[in-house]
């Protein structure tokens, strides 16, 4: 079984271009979940989709983050326009259906430099 | 507002010995516990979780947990250290409702020495 797809898995750009980040979760995963990982930290939550519904977007930076789940299979996060502290790992995880102690399978993330 | 604490950001032991990786959670409800590992330019892969019912949890690679309410900790071990072992481990708690998110601690890097 394939495991959630990411991509791109690098990206370097400049500040203030826009970037977009893809993830293709786990077949059947009705939740997907966009995190933030700082170097030397642990993940932190921007996103909880529960199929198309954004659930929980309170930690998302709203003034230049965006983010969608069309059909509620793949999502795209945007970052326009991009700061030199948004530098970090993107990882996108995927769940079967969000409640208790569903375990939650992470992409390999995508490692965003602005310069 | 639950939390994840792991002191210190790296263990060195050696190949063989004792894994030990300390975790304390605060939680306002009974939580669900896991610990995740992460090998460089990977995503995190699940190696254990506590949900209910048995408090010591094994789990993949030869590591158990045990959970300790009355410490509020979660400590991860695994006896013999294999230098495939390298990598950095977070502990993450998930509570319910309102704490339902996971919240991750800062993780810790392990070291193997030959």
């Known amino acids: 079984e394939a495991g959630v797809v990411q991509s791109p898995r690098y990206k370097i750009i400049e500040k203030k271009q826009p970037v977009a980040f893809w993830c293709n979760p786990i077949?059947?995963?009705?939740?997907l979940y966009w995190y933030l990982q700082n170097l030397g930290q642990g993940p932190e939550l921007l996103i909880r989709?529960?199929?198309?519904?954004?659930?929980?977007d309170s930690q998302l930076p709203k003034d230049r983050f965006s983010a969608e789940r069309l059909k509620g299979v793949d999502s795209t996060l945007k970052i326009q326009p991009a700061e030199l502290g948004d530098s970090a790992v993107y990882l996108c995880a995927s769940s079967l259906d969000g409640m208790g102690a569903d375990t939650q399978y992470f992409g390999p993330g995508t490692r965003l430099t602005v310069l | 507002a639950q939390s994840v604490t792991q002191l210190g950001s790296h263990v060195s032991v050696s190949e063989g010995a004792l894994v030990l990786l300390r975790c304390n959670y605060s939680s306002s409800v009974p939580p669900y516990l896991f610990w995740y590992v992460q090998y460089p330019n990977q995503g995190l892969q699940l190696l254990l979780k506590y949900t209910t019912g048995a408090t010591l949890v094994k789990g993949i690679n030869g590591f158990e947990a045990e959970f300790k309410k009355s410490e509020t900790s979660f400590h991860l071990t695994k006896p013999s250290a294999h230098m495939s072992d390298a990598a950095e481990y977070f502990c993450a708690v998930r509570g319910t409702g309102a704490n339902s998110k996971l919240t991750f601690g800062k993780g810790i890097t392990l070291s193997v020495r030959p």
């Open positions: 077949s059947g995963h009705n939740t």
């Open positions: 989709y529960e199929n198309e519904e954004a659930v929980d």
